[in-house]
């Protein structure tokens, strides 16, 4: 949410119909996977399937080989949950009988440690202004204030356990799901909290595209 605000009480995030199976971020042009592109299933029918009203399944659904190939590691056989453990006592847990997860881990486990919730922030400058044209730009704003303020709580991107983001134009966001896969590449690395990406009719700030928040655990 914008500085010095909240959400509006019920109407400034509704969200929409088209639930999608791990819903986040998408896929990028180089291979390289970004949070949430969904399972390998998603990619292989263009779309996602629901999982859970008012998740909408994330952009970039034609995940790459090398992609799906990321969280491998993580992903139990036959079944058997898998368990991949990054920094902070962050483990992100992949069950092998569900579709391969691209871009997002199914469920993070957090050793014990310090909750820090990251209110959403969206493509606001020092002056409270919104910055950027479109939902690339504006993503990439939104993401580098969100690691600024964990960083400043003493949490880096692997220490974060679950992102939302919130988009006001879905297609749109997920038109661009390439871009916005390389922007979470270069900002937070190859570390997949578990992710939604939900439609609103709007956002506090109202040229605001994107809004995102968060969960950190740091030890």
Known sequence: MSAGTGMSAGSDRPAEDGAGAGAGLGADAD???????????????????????????SPGAEASN??????????GVGGE??????????????????APPTGFSHAVRAAPGTLVFLAGQTALDGAGRIVGDGIVEQFERALTNLL????????????????????VDVADYRRHAREIG????????????AMAVIGATRLWDETALVEIEGIAVVR
Do not use: C, I, M, Q
Request: proline letters at 5%.
């Open 148 to 167: 600024d303020v964990a960083a400043a709580s003493g949490a880096g991107p692997s220490d974060l356990a679950k992102l939302t983001v919130f988009a």
């Open 31 to 57: 291979a390289d996977t970004s949070p949430g592109a969904g399972t390998s299933a998603d990619a292989d029918a263009g779309a996602g399937a629901k999982a859970g009203a008012g998740r909408e399944a």
């Open 182 to 193: 390389r922007v979470w590449k270069r900002l937070a690395g190859g570390d997949y909290p």
């Open 66 to 75: 090398a992609g799906e190939a990321s969280n491998a590691g993580e992903t």
């Open 81 to 98: 949950a898998g368990v991949g453990v990054s920094g902070g006592g962050v483990e992100r847990v992949n069950p092998g009988h569900l």
